[in-house]
């Protein structure tokens, strides 16, 4: 296993990045055609760079926000989101948030896809975790809803979750306090839908664990506390209280061993019992995540703590936004540095806050009070 402890085990490839989310996103999701902005802050000058070309307006800001803060990152923009130009680029290779069958079409690695969509359903990756011997909570996997029948719910233990296979976003997924909710819920989903039921993990803490695959190593990219209302995800935290890589560094080979590349994580438990921690690992999603812009933001500018978070504004442009004396200050190595900027057009905001936690608070109540 490489470890990436200091943060400077970057790639070196050229990338044609397009972090378009369309092809795997929810109806729901703020701005989600537009997410493909919060990938420039990863990119390097030498990549080339696909961006929605509504996002045009707001260049000239978020370019110079990038400049003070010191943020480099590619100039080489194209204006559109077709997945044509992923295979359109002698030396380049792809940088996509997740590789589905638009992205395969015109990179062409069946390998790569078919894992992906292994793992993408909840179902595969429990019936491998329990294959490698992961902590998993006590799960129930079905071909689809109408499988689940009297029996089962009746001996379910309560409160439990049903869950969709596949899903994203926290979408599809209910949690339900006795049979009866169970029913309903199971009415929301088309009969052949394939679902999971799960067991309540009693704990007020998950953590975000990445890896990166670069070659042939397995890098651990960073470990996150998540900060989540309901199932929906809203920001992570930087350094977490716990690293549990031996819970999932067996699955992370076994994904680089059948094709996986570039960046994918770990949802994982943090529970306490009476002889210790256990760290049960809820799924894995092959693909970027909300937790990996800000990570590879802050190893870019050597930023040891931080915070990130999702806000709303009255503001439909950046040219509205204040960021006089919060931006990032890489003296002080404090401030805040935009993320998901394009979305701000849809009134939303992501945004990386850097210092300990006292300064991660500050920064929020005054960015609150003055995106409002």
Same mark, same amino acid.
Request: proline residues 5%; glycine residues 10%; aromatic residues 10%.
């Given at each position: 296993?490489?470890?990436?402890?200091?943060?400077?085990?970057?790639?070196?490839?050229?990338?044609?990045?397009?972090?378009?989310?369309?092809?795997?996103?929810?109806?729901?999701?703020?701005?989600?055609?537009?997410? *493909?902005?919060?990938?420039?802050?990863?990119?390097?000058?030498?990549?080339?760079?696909?961006?929605?070309?509504?996002?045009?307006?707001?260049?000239?800001?978020?370019?110079?926000?990038?400049?003070?803060?010191?943020?480099?990152?590619?100039?080489?923009?194209?204006?559109?989101?077709?997945?044509?130009?992923?295979?359109?680029?002698?030396?380049?290779?792809?940088?996509?948030?997740?590789?589905?069958?638009?992205?395969?079409?015109?990179?062409?690695?069946?390998?790569?896809?078919?894992?992906?969509?292994?793992?993408?359903?909840?179902?595969?990756?429990?019936?491998?975790?329990?294959?490698?011997?992961?902590?998993?909570?006590?799960?129930?996997?079905?071909? *689809?809803?109408?499988?689940?029948?009297?029996?089962?719910?009746?001996?379910?233990?309560?409160?439990?979750?049903?869950?969709?296979?596949?899903?994203?976003?926290?979408?599809?997924?209910?949690?339900?306090?006795?049979?009866?909710?169970?029913?309903?819920?199971?009415?929301?989903?088309?009969?052949?839908?394939?679902?999971?039921?799960?067991?309540?993990?009693?704990?007020?803490?998950?953590?975000?664990?990445?890896?990166?695959?670069?070659?042939?190593?397995?890098?651990?990219?960073?470990?996150?506390?998540?900060?989540?209302?309901?199932?929906?995800?809203?920001?992570?935290?930087?350094?977490?209280?716990?690293?549990?890589?031996?819970?999932?560094?067996?699955?992370?080979?076994?994904?680089?061993?059948?094709?996986?590349?570039?960046?994918?994580?770990?949802?994982?438990?943090?529970?306490?019992?009476?002889?210790?921690?256990?760290?049960?690992?809820?799924?894995?999603?092959?693909?970027?995540?909300?937790?990996?812009?800000?990570?590879?933001?802050?190893?870019?500018?050597?930023?040891?703590?931080?915070? *990130?978070? *999702?806000?709303?504004?009255?503001?439909?442009?950046?040219?509205?936004?204040?960021?006089?004396?919060?931006?990032?200050?890489?003296?002080?190595?404090?401030?805040?540095?935009?993320?998901?900027?394009?979305?701000?057009?849809?009134?939303?905001?992501?945004?990386?806050?850097?210092?300990?936690?006292?300064?991660?608070?500050?920064?929020?109540?005054?960015?609150?009070?003055?995106?409002?």
């Amino acid at each position: 296993m490489s470890a990436a402890i200091d943060h400077a085990y970057l790639p070196v490839d050229k990338y044609i990045i397009n972090h378009d989310i369309m092809g795997c996103t929810a109806e729901g999701v703020v701005g989600n055609h537009l997410f *493909s902005g919060r990938a420039l802050g990863i990119s390097e000058p030498w990549d080339i760079i696909q961006l929605h070309p509504g996002l045009k307006p707001l260049w000239s800001f978020i370019t110079g926000h990038y400049r003070r803060v010191g943020l480099r990152h590619s100039d080489n923009v194209i204006w559109d989101l077709g997945q044509k130009q992923l295979g359109s680029h002698i030396g380049y290779q792809p940088s996509v948030f997740y590789f589905g069958p638009r992205e395969c079409k015109y990179w062409g690695d069946q390998v790569w896809l078919d894992t992906v969509e292994f793992i993408n359903s909840k179902n595969n990756f429990m019936a491998l975790a329990v294959e490698l011997g992961m902590d998993v909570p006590m799960t129930l996997c079905f071909g *689809s809803v109408a499988e689940i029948g009297p029996d089962t719910v009746r001996s379910m233990s309560y409160p439990c979750y049903l869950k969709a296979a596949v899903s994203v976003s926290g979408v599809g997924i209910y949690r339900c306090e006795d049979e009866a909710a169970l029913a309903q819920a199971m009415g929301e989903f088309a009969p052949d839908v394939p679902v999971q039921l799960q067991e309540e993990v009693r704990t007020d803490t998950f953590l975000n664990l990445q890896y990166r695959i670069i070659g042939n190593d397995v890098v651990r990219l960073a470990a996150s506390e998540q900060l989540l209302d309901g199932f929906a995800h809203q920001g992570n935290r930087v350094p977490a209280s716990h690293e549990p890589w031996a819970a999932v560094d067996s699955m992370a080979y076994w994904l680089r061993d059948h094709g996986l590349k570039g960046i994918f994580a770990f949802d994982v438990a943090i529970v306490p019992t009476a002889s210790g921690l256990r760290f049960p690992v809820i799924e894995c999603n092959p693909r970027y995540n909300g937790a990996s812009y800000p990570t590879l933001i802050a190893q870019k500018l050597g930023i040891p703590e931080w915070g *990130s978070i *999702s806000l709303n504004t009255t503001c439909r442009s950046l040219s509205g936004i204040d960021l006089d004396g919060i931006e990032f200050d890489s003296k002080t190595g404090k401030g805040a540095i935009l993320v998901n900027w394009g979305t701000v057009i849809e009134g939303r905001l992501a945004v990386m806050l850097a210092g300990s936690r006292d300064v991660q608070e500050a920064l929020a109540v005054e960015l609150r009070a003055r995106l409002c």
